[in-house]
């Protein structure tokens, strides 16, 4: 199946704004910058990003199931984000125990790739049910998703964690992703100001790009840091 540089390029887009993100939080914990994450820049920001990666799941997940993926790549590409998951709560369990992850972004991607999957066949109904979820999650006010993340601080879980990402309305993000490979959109041609190689390879290794930015960003501004005091 040929990949798309246009799928790459959007996923890659997401991957450059979490970098920056990052940079920006390393920056702020080194008091080089100073904000709250509860601004409404910085909260309009961090939806931007979990918008375009988790749309991006449904978007993946169409294309592959519609041009017949086997079943053993969706296992194994699933079980290394599975793994990966584990690797990210254990080294921040064992880094900071008050504050470890227990649901982050790629805890949910491997529930929401294994859920949006039976709708990837079902593309129009998967969006309707999407566009439900985000629009009950706002405009709703009986509908709570703050509960979930209640039940896993009565499991055990840290009240505050480094990252944590709702169910609700996210999995909504993810079905109504499905769109985008219904039409087809990833045969579009990519305008050529973006075509940017670098920009396709952080969407093609995205995983690794996220497991590994941080161990150069966190120490390049601890670096300077150490060097300027």
Not at 116 to 123: C, E, L, S, T
Request: a positive charge; glycine letters at 6%.
């Amino acid at each position: 199946m040929k990949r798309s540089s246009l799928l790459d390029a959007y996923r890659g887009l997401a991957v450059l704004l979490m970098m920056v993100f990052h940079f920006c939080w390393d920056l702020k914990t080194f008091g080089y910058m100073s904000y709250s994450l509860q601004d409404p820049f910085w909260v309009a920001f961090r939806y931007v990003i979990l918008t375009l990666f988790l749309s991006a799941v449904g978007w993946s997940s169409y294309v592959a199931v519609q041009g017949s993926q086997a079943p053993h790549k969706f296992l194994l590409n699933l079980s290394k984000i599975g793994l990966s998951a584990i690797a990210i709560s254990i080294g921040s369990y064992l880094a900071l125990p008050n504050q470890w992850i227990f649901f982050g972004i790629l805890h949910f991607i491997f529930l929401a790739a294994i859920l949006v999957r039976p709708f990837a066949v079902h593309p129009i109904i998967g969006c309707t049910l999407g566009v439900g979820i985000v629009v009950a999650t706002y405009a709703t006010p009986e509908f709570d998703p703050s509960i979930i993340r209640s039940w896993f601080t009565e499991q055990g879980a840290p009240r505050y964690t480094l990252d944590y990402i709702s169910p609700l309305p996210w999995t909504g993000v993810v079905l109504i992703g499905l769109i985008l490979g219904y039409y087809k959109v990833e045969h579009l041609a990519l305008p050529k100001w973006l075509e940017l190689k670098w920009i396709c390879y952080l969407g093609r290794h995205a995983l690794v790009v996220y497991l590994t930015h941080q161990l150069v960003l966190y120490p390049l501004v601890a670096g300077v840091h150490l060097i300027s005091n």
